[in-house]
Structure formats: structure tokens, C-alpha cells
């Protein structure tokens, strides 16, 4: 079982930025596609952003479009989650995945197939 361990998230005021991590084995990394996910209380949880394993593409939420950048280290094994603006709405529990899905798919959470145990991201206003 391949495990993916996030850090990086925190309490912030609205406004400010936070950049989360999730490293992976190597396997993984060179293999699949990341993405980023949310969770908040009461709710589903929903795409935010992923990027292919090649890193030459990358998608997003509407919701975190212009605010949000992933990215992808390859001499750390690493993938990065930007969030600049923070927004009371962006707090959540946040997810970093993998996926050998096609890019199609890599906004959808039924297609990953490892998860890392969460990071808490709350925004107060």
C-alpha cells in the first residue's frame, strides 16, 4: 500500500496563503497523477486541483481558479498546493491523491487509488 502524507495546513485569517505538501514514494510519484481534495463539515467531498504526471497539465476547481496553484517537485518527490486569498469557504480538510487515471478523469474521486490522512485548513474571516 502506497502512502502519501500531507503537512502544511494551518489557521489563517482570510487573505492569506498557505502551502500544503504531499510526498510520495518514488513509485508513485514518477506513475501517477496527483490531485487535491476538500472535504468540509457536513459536506462531500470535491475536487480542487490535479496535475498529470508529467506536470505539463494541471486543472482546477472554478472555485480556486486564479487563487490556487499545484506543482510538482521531482528531486523531492513532492506535490505542492499554493493557496493565495484564502477564504472562510476554503476551509476543509484537504486531501492529496494519485491516480493512474487518464486525464479526463482526474477530476473525479472514485478514480484515485491512494489517499493521504488529511490536513486541516481553516479560514477565519
Known amino acids: 500500500q502506497e502512502q502519501l502524507v500531507e503537512s502544511g495546513g494551518g489557521l489563517v485569517q482570510a487573505g492569506a496563503s498557505l502551502r500544503l505538501s504531499c510526498a510520495a514514494s518514488e513509485h508513485v510519484f514518477r506513475n501517477y497523477a496527483m490531485g487535491w481534495f476538500r472535504q468540509a463539515p457536513g459536506k462531500e467531498r470535491e475536487f480542487v486541483a490535479a496535475v498529470s504526471w508529467s506536470g505539463e497539465s494541471t486543472y482546477y476547481a472554478d472555485s480556486v481558479k486564479g487563487r490556487f496553484t499545484i506543482s510538482r517537485d521531482i528531486a523531492k518527490n513532492t506535490v505542492y498546493l499554493q493557496m493565495n486569498n484564502l477564504k472562510p469557504e476554503d476551509t476543509a480538510v484537504y486531501y492529496c491523491?494519485?491516480?493512474?487515471?487518464?486525464?479526463?478523469?482526474?477530476?473525479?474521486?472514485?478514480?484515485?487509488?491512494?489517499w493521504g490522512q488529511g490536513t486541516q485548513v481553516t479560514v477565519s474571516s
Open positions: 491523491a494519485a491516480t493512474r487515471a487518464a486525464l479526463g478523469y482526474l477530476t473525479m474521486t472514485g478514480r484515485y487509488n491512494y
